[in-house]
């Protein structure tokens, strides 16, 4: 069974209304910024971690890389609270097109 990993914020209706009306596609990319993803009915604004386990360090800098993302892109959503999210990859729905994402 293949992991994925990810430092994500779940989105309730309001965020995901909010993403939509106000946020371009190009706003998501996983390579540079955050992306939408579903796992097990919940959705979520998530960055993947490639690689896992990684050290302190590696871990500060991606923390600190996804709450800058989230000032600059995402104000809205900064108060939230990152949370580490393991999945099975098989679970995970990477929404590819922006517009599906609604």
């Known amino acids: 069974m293949e992991i994925l990993h990810f ?10 209304s909010r993403l939509v009306h106000y946020c371009k596609a190009s706003a998501f990319d996983a390579e540079k910024y955050l992306i939408p993803i579903r796992y097990k009915q919940v959705r979520y604004l998530a960055k993947p971690v490639e690689k896992f386990p990684i050290s302190i360090e590696t ?38 097109v922006f517009s599906h994402f609604y």
Not at 72 to 87: K, Y
């Open 7 to 16: 430092l994500a914020i779940p989105l309730c209706e309001e965020d995901v």
């Open 59 to 96: 871990w500060e800098l991606h923390v600190r890389h996804v709450r800058s993302l989230l000032k600059h892109r995402f104000g809205f959503l900064l108060q939230r609270d990152l949370i580490f999210l393991a999945c099975e990859a098989g679970l995970v729905i990477k929404e590819a």
